[in-house]
């Protein structure tokens, strides 16, 4: 399975944009990349995913490399509310169609004020 | 809109004790169902997941058991608790067939004594 690389942990002054990285060097060209967060004591949320192509939405833009290698995931402007653990995630197709996350340890995020 | 309930929030238990949890999806049919582990300060490890009543596919050996007994119902099952059972508990669910985000629900931290 392929697996992803994130640093642990990263801080961000509020109101600057935050880039968090992933290496992927082992994903296979039908591996969708998924970016999941999770604030203390409660379930991952949803950010965003992509395939190859950049990809933006209310929360976040996600920037994929031509090889599809390694992603950065884009906060524009980080608040308070933004710190958490962000997960990168490869989202394993498997032959019966349902489809399994491989969590890491992901990144968590400190927001200074 | 769908949601997801876990119940209880939080449960502690003696080693060697039984363990049961419940999770139910509601305003969706048919849904992949998973259950996730969380030990203190690591990241999501997938324990189960499920595409159908019945159908329980196992992702680690371990101490746990699932069952769908109904369509939007799993639960997660121990006969015997160990000291290393302890963690967070996530439930999640995605549509069948969906190409991207699995929704989880708030968890249950299960503290082994």
């Known amino acids: 399975d392929a697996k992803t690389t994130q640093p642990n942990s990263m801080e961000s002054n509020e109101e600057e944009p935050v880039h968090l990285p992933c290496n992927h060097s082992?994903?296979?060209?039908?591996?969708?990349i998924h970016w999941y967060r999770q604030l203390p004591s409660q379930g991952p949320e949803y950010v965003i995913h992509g395939l190859t192509s950049n990809v933006n939405n209310r929360m976040a833009s996600l920037a994929i490399a031509e090889d599809r290698k390694s992603s950065t995931l884009i906060l524009h402007r980080a608040t308070l509310r933004d710190a958490a653990v962000y997960y990168c995630i490869l989202r394993d197709v498997r032959t019966s169609g349902t489809y399994k996350y491989i969590f890491g340890t992901g990144t968590r995020l400190k927001v200074l004020a | 809109s769908q949601t997801i309930h876990q119940w209880p929030a939080t449960l502690v238990q003696p080693v060697g004790s039984p363990l049961s949890l419940e999770c139910t999806v509601e305003g969706t049919s048919n849904p992949n169902l998973y259950w996730y582990r969380q030990a203190a300060g690591r990241g999501l490890q997938l324990l189960f997941y499920?595409?159908?009543?019945?159908?329980i596919s196992s992702e680690v050996p371990q101490n746990l058991s699932a069952s769908r007994p109904q369509d939007r119902q799993f639960i997660l099952s121990s006969k015997k608790l160990l000291l290393s059972d302890s963690g967070f508990y996530l439930c999640?669910?995605?549509?069948?067939?969906?190409?991207?985000?699995?929704?989880f629900g708030p968890g249950t931290r299960l503290t082994v004594t």
């Open positions: 082992t994903i296979s060209g039908t591996d969708y």
């Open positions: 499920s595409v159908g009543i019945g159908q």
């Open positions: 999640a669910w995605s549509p069948q067939g969906a190409r991207d985000e699995q929704y």
